[in-house]
């Protein structure tokens, strides 16, 4: 692994832990184990560290995401929040806690948003062959954005919860 890559995998457990407003270029530097100095040259501003942080968790969810179907979207879900742990969605808590002007912030984050409606899309699609139904994408995205929050207090159950509740959608779409 080399430095950057490093920093930021180191940046994303601090920010994970500890929010991303609590958590400074200081204690960032202390989590990669490297000079404040070394973080900058780096990495370059908070905001700069944030969007990579985004960028890296974006592409480690759709290595993992499974769109096979709807019950297999849900099931890479929970396997996700059991590997890395349910503390809710990361972007939320990005959006939440940064400037509405961090246009790269934002930018990561509306990247994100927008792979994930496609990933739904297309494990909806595949359920139901090539029949658009936007509204129950729009179902199966809120169910999981829900989840994944709910984990955060509830645990994986959330998911499950979900997971059962999109395939009541998913059948009764099927049904003619």
């Known amino acids: 692994m080399d430095l950057k890559t490093h920093i930021i995998a180191s940046a994303e457990r601090a920010f994970d832990q ?8 200081d204690k960032l530097a202390e989590a990669a184990q490297v000079s404040s100095r070394t973080l900058y040259k780096h990495i ?41 742990g349910a503390r809710g969605c990361l972007f939320l808590r990005a959006k939440g806690e940064t400037s509405e002007e961090t246009a790269l ?8 948003r927008e792979r994930l409606g496609a990933l739904v899309a297309l ?23 829900g989840a994944t929050s709910a984990a955060s207090y509830r645990g994986v159950y959330s998911i ?14 099927k049904t003619p």
């Open 18 to 25: 500890y929010g991303f407003t609590a958590t400074g270029m």
């Open 44 to 84: 370059g501003s908070k905001s700069e560290l944030i969007a990579a942080v985004l960028a890296e968790r974006t592409r480690r969810f759709f290595d993992h995401a499974d769109a096979q179907n709807v019950d297999a979207l849900f099931a890479s879900l929970g396997a996700w929040t059991r590997a890395e």
């Open 105 to 112: 912030v934002l930018e990561a984050i509306a990247g994100y």
């Open 123 to 145: 494990a909806v699609s595949n359920d139901l062959g090539d029949v658009q139904n936007t509204m129950l994408v729009d179902q199966i995205l809120v169910l999981f954005e």
């Open 160 to 173: 499950s919860a979900a997971r059962a509740a999109a395939a009541v959608l998913i059948e009764h779409a």
